[in-house]
C-alpha cells in the first residue's frame, strides 16, 4: 500500500518517504532490488524525472545504491549505518551562470526556450533556480546543495577559473559551449546536423546550386557553431554528389547577428556580374534571413518562386514573416532539460568520465521554400 500522509510534501518527497517506510520495515531487505523509475512512475503516478529524483536523493542519503546496467538495490535499512562520511548535500538550488550577456540576448528564444525548460524540471522536484551574473572575480553563489549551469564562451571566458570549480569540486555542466579536456559535463545542440538538415532540406527540392551565408570574418575563421553548419552544408552536398562551390558561399563579418549581414549576403550572391546566381540559399540565423528576405523582395526576386531561404533558430517573429520563414528550431528547451537532469542525476562518479549530450534540432518547414520549377 503506497502512503501518502502529507499531500502537501511535493511528489518525489512523497515516494521517498513511502520507500524509506517499507526499507525500514522489511518490506525491502538489504540487497532487495528497488522498482525501476518507470515501474516506481506508474506505481505512485508520477513523472519518470519525479521518480529518478526520488532515487537519487534515497542513493545520496545512503539507503540504496545503483549498478550500471542492473538497477538499484537496498543497501541498509538504517540511515546512520549506510551514511557516506564527506557526502555531498543533495542538489537544492540551480544557478544559471553566464558572463558577457545582455538581457536582450537572454530574451532570445535560443536562451528564452532553454531558462523556461530549466525552471520547470527544477519546479517539478523542488529545486530553487536563480540567474547569475559573474563578473570580473568570477565568483560563484556559494550555497549548500548548489549546482551550475554554466555558459562559458571561450572567447571572453576565464577558463583557469572553470577548472578551479571543477577541481573544488562543484557540480557543473557546461551548455552551448564545451571542454571535453576538463571532464566537465556539457550539454549543446548538434550545429553540424543542423546544418545538415538545412541544406538537405533544399536538396530534396531539387535545389542543386545552393549558396550559404555564414557570420564570421573568413570562412577559416568561423565560430564553433557556424563551423559547425558549414561542415553539416557541406557533407549534405557531398552526399548528393554535389560540389562544394566556394563562390556560393558568403561570410558576413559583425559583433553580432542582425538583418543587414543577410541583406549584404544576398545582394552579393545575386549581384556578382558573370555568376550564376543560386536558387537556394541557406542563410544561418533567423535574423540574417529577415534581411536576405528584404534584399530579394528589393531586387525583385519571388521568395520562394526565384529563390528559397532558410534561416536558423526559429525566433517567434519567423513564424509571421511574409512569406513564413522555413527555419531550423534547435530545440533548446530540450538542451535546458538534459542539463538540469544530468545535475541531479548523472554527473561523472571518476575523475576523467566525461558526461555529454548533443541535442538534435528539428526542422520547421514554412512558406520561403519550394520544389524547384
Known amino acids: 500500500m503506497i502512503r501518502m500522509s502529507d499531500r502537501s510534501a511535493p511528489m518525489y518527497q512523497v515516494m521517498i518517504d513511502d520507500l524509506k517506510t517499507k526499507i525500514r520495515s522489511g518490506e525491502y531487505p538489504k540487497g532487495w532490488p528497488l522498482p525501476n523509475q518507470q515501474e516506481l512512475a506508474k506505481l505512485y503516478k508520477a513523472s519518470e524525472i519525479t521518480s529518478r529524483r526520488a532515487l537519487t536523493e534515497l542513493v545520496n542519503e545512503g539507503y540504496v545504491y545503483r549498478v550500471r546496467g542492473k538497477g538499484t538495490f537496498v543497501l541498509s535499512s538504517d540511515r546512520e549505518e549506510a551514511e557516506t562520511e564527506g557526502s555531498p548535500p543533495p542538489v537544492r538550488h540551480i544557478f544559471f551562470v553566464y558572463h558577457n550577456l545582455s538581457v536582450d540576448s537572454l530574451n532570445h528564444r535560443y536562451w528564452g526556450d532553454m531558462l523556461e525548460a530549466m525552471r520547470e524540471v527544477c519546479e517539478e522536484n523542488g529545486i530553487e ?170 531586387m525583385g526576386l519571388d521568395v520562394p518562386g526565384d529563390v528559397s531561404l532558410i534561416g536558423y533558430d526559429d525566433l517567434r517573429i519567423s513564424a509571421y514573416t511574409y512569406p513564413h520563414l522555413t527555419t531550423i528550431n534547435q530545440n533548446t528547451a530540450q538542451i535546458g532539460r538534459r542539463a538540469v537532469e544530468i545535475l541531479l542525476h548523472e554527473l561523472p562518479r571518476s575523475p576523467g568520465e566525461l558526461v555529454k549530450d548533443e541535442i538534435v534540432p528539428k526542422l520547421v518547414v514554412r512558406g520561403t521554400t519550394r520544389a524547384l520549377q
Open 129 to 298: 533556480f536563480y540567474l547569475w551574473a559573474v563578473d570580473e572575480r568570477y565568483r560563484l553563489p556559494e550555497k549548500p546543495g548548489a549546482a551550475y549551469v554554466l555558459v562559458t564562451p571561450p572567447y571572453n571566458f576565464d577558463q583557469k577559473s572553470l577548472e578551479a570549480w571543477r577541481d573544488e569540486g562543484k557540480r557543473l555542466v557546461t551548455v552551448q559551449f564545451y571542454y571535453p579536456h576538463l571532464s566537465v559535463p556539457y550539454v549543446v545542440a548538434d550545429n553540424l546536423t543542423g546544418g545538415y538538415l538545412a541544406t538537405q532540406h533544399l536538396l530534396s527540392l531539387g535545389h542543386r546550386r545552393t549558396g550559404i551565408i555564414l557570420t564570421g570574418k573568413s570562412v577559416v575563421d568561423l565560430n564553433q557553431e557556424f563551423s559547425l553548419r558549414l561542415q553539416g552544408y557541406r557533407l549534405a552536398l557531398q552526399q548528393h554528389q554535389i560540389a562544394f562551390e566556394p563562390e556560393l558561399v558568403r561570410v558576413m563579418d559583425g559583433e553580432s547577428e542582425n538583418t543587414e549581414m543577410g541583406y549584404r549576403g544576398l545582394k552579393e550572391l545575386f549581384g556578382s556580374s558573370g555568376f550564376e546566381p543560386p536558387t537556394a540559399v541557406f542563410v544561418t540565423s533567423d535574423l540574417k534571413a529577415l534581411g536576405a528576405i528584404k534584399a530579394a523582395q528589393e
